[in-house]
Nanobody, 132 residues
Framework: QVQLVESGGGSVQAGRSLRLSCAAS????????????MGWFRQAPGKEREGVAV???????NYADSVKDRFTISKVNAKYTLYLQMNSLKPEDTAIYYC??????????????????????WGQGTQVTVSS
């Protein structure tokens, strides 16, 4: 069973940076992890969960307009870890951040920000709070 565990959240002032990590376990082969499409989502109080960034099965990335040029998604397959580097943080970035992975063995090359229902595995979330 695939499990995802996020870390790296915290409280920072606007303009600062944070790096979130998402450690994966349960992948029998590295090729299954390296080929997995994965994403970062966030959910602010009273709002729906929204896609922030996606990395597809070919390792290409795409971002929501609200974070483009500020956030970077990346994977280190040898470490089974997904990252989200967040720079120039704004108060409106405050939310619980979740990582998610597609179904085991399923590949996806489209760079669309898929809805949450397209992902099979989720982490527990990590809080990011940005003060002005």
């Amino acid at each position: 069973q695939v499990q995802l565990v996020e870390s790296g959240g915290g409280s920072v002032q606007a303009g600062r940076s944070l790096r979130l990590s998402c450690a994966a376990s349960g992948y029998t082969y590295m090729s299954a992890y390296s080929g997995a499409y994965m994403g970062w989502f966030r959910q602010a109080p009273g709002k729906e969960r929204e896609g922030v960034a996606v990395i597809n099965s070919a390792g290409r990335a795409n971002y929501a307009d609200s974070v483009k040029d500020r956030f970077t998604i990346s994977k280190v397959n040898a470490k089974y870890t997904l990252y989200l580097q967040m720079n120039s943080l704004k108060p409106e970035d405050t939310a619980i951040y979740y990582c998610a992975a597609g179904r085991y063995g399923e590949v996806w090359y489209d760079l669309s920000l898929l809805p949450p229902t397209s992902y099979a595995y989720w982490g527990q979330g990590t809080q990011v709070t940005v003060s002005s």
